[in-house]
């Protein structure tokens, strides 16, 4: 459906925008009418607080607006004085209390959707108090609690941060962590808020809540990424007798082809004296550039030469064989990783010993 841009644009015989036309306006023609509606000096002001893109992006709106329905002009500045209050009752006693306050003065389902509109606006994500905790604290904290709690937070986590935390949990129980942060999938606001509730009160901080997915493979790959080599073996090796098949989907994704930047230019020479050429060929084909010359500035102009001469005879290639193409070099690369031939850079580094 178009946005009711030629109302916005109507000059002052037309009607009054109606209650459903306003419904279809976006948050950042709304932004754009409040901005205008606030005059010129408040709204630079305004601005100067926003980021360049957001500036540029408002700009653009309020330049299509020309003339502005006075009735659009009062709704908007009705919605953000009640988001403002909402935002008011939520600071001084919490959303519950700012809920009670909203339903009495403008009814259950109006508050409803102030409510809704606040927090998806706010983006508020649970565990906010423990992403303020020092990492050291914060793993004395865990170790006490089930795998599954532990999983929970560390979802919700920087990567970084839970790469740090689940490289130095007990050894015993990091596959299991492991495992329940790769198979979880939603987590019901309920369950959500018990265990913020605990947490919170444990830490003596404040939390907040949220409603979004987390955990899953990908956020448990991107840990295992960051955590040291000797930490992220020991927890695939148990995986694999537990849950061979999540292992495999794990591992799949733990180093993915364009990681290859990340690989020093000795070892990639190693890579590349056990790589098939061919392959090689085909699994640069999709690859930006930066990829392609970490691998051209290691070879000899002659072997460039003849890669780049490969991959352009080769002519088009089914996504399906590029990426199996990248899986086999990848491979190659774990192969020689896991024989400590080369070394993948990991989090802030790896410790060497003389």
């Not at 540029?56 to 953000?80: G, H, P, S, Y």
């Not at 929970?152 to 941060?161: F, H, S, T, V």
Request: aromatic fraction near 6%.
């Amino acid at each position: 459906m178009k946005q009711p841009l030629k109302q916005l644009n109507s000059g002052g015989g037309k009607k009054k925008g109606s209650s459903k036309d306003y419904k279809n306006l976006n948050g950042r023609q709304k932004a754009a009418i409040f901005l205008v509606a606030l005059g010129t000096e408040v709204s630079s002001e305004v601005m100067k607080h926003l980021r360049e893109d957001e500036v540029e992006t408002l700009t653009f709106e309020i330049a299509r607006l020309e003339t502005i329905d006075a009735d659009f002009k009062d709704q908007v500045l009705e919605e953000f004085q009640e988001l403002m209050q909402a935002q008011n009752f939520i600071t001084t006693g919490g959303i519950d209390y700012a809920r009670e306050l909203l339903e009495k003065s403008l009814g259950s389902q109006k508050a409803i959707d102030i409510i809704n509109r606040l927090t998806s606006s706010l983006q508020v994500r649970p565990f906010d108090f423990i992403r303020r905790t020092d990492p050291a604290h914060l793993l004395n904290f865990v170790q006490q609690e089930y795998p599954q709690t532990i999983a929970l937070i560390l979802a919700y986590l920087e990567p970084a941060k839970a790469a740090i935390i689940l490289q130095n949990l007990p050894d015993d129980i990091q596959p299991e962590v492991s495992r329940r942060l790769a198979t979880m999938d939603r987590t019901s606001p309920d369950v959500l808020r018990e265990v913020e509730r605990v947490l919170e009160k444990k830490l003596s901080t404040l939390s907040s809540e949220d409603y979004t997915a987390a955990g899953g493979v990908d956020s448990i790959v991107e840990i295992l990424n960051l955590v040291d080599r000797s930490s992220e073996k020991a927890i695939i090796e148990t995986l694999e007798e537990d849950d061979p098949e999540l292992a495999e989907e794990i591992k799949k994704r733990m180093f993915v082809f364009e990681d290859i930047v990340m690989i020093g230019d000795r070892d990639i020479q190693k890579v590349l004296r056990e790589a098939d050429q061919q392959q090689l060929a085909k699994a640069l084909k999709s690859v930006d550039t930066e990829v392609q010359d970490k691998i051209f500035r290691n070879m000899s102009k002659r072997q460039a030469t003849m890669l780049k001469e490969d991959m352009e005879y080769m002519g088009p290639v089914r996504l399906k064989d590029v990426e199996e193409a990248q899986q086999k070099i990848v491979s190659v690369i774990r192969r020689l990783e896991d024989s400590g031939e080369i070394v993948i850079a990991r989090g802030d580094g790896d410790e060497y010993i003389n």
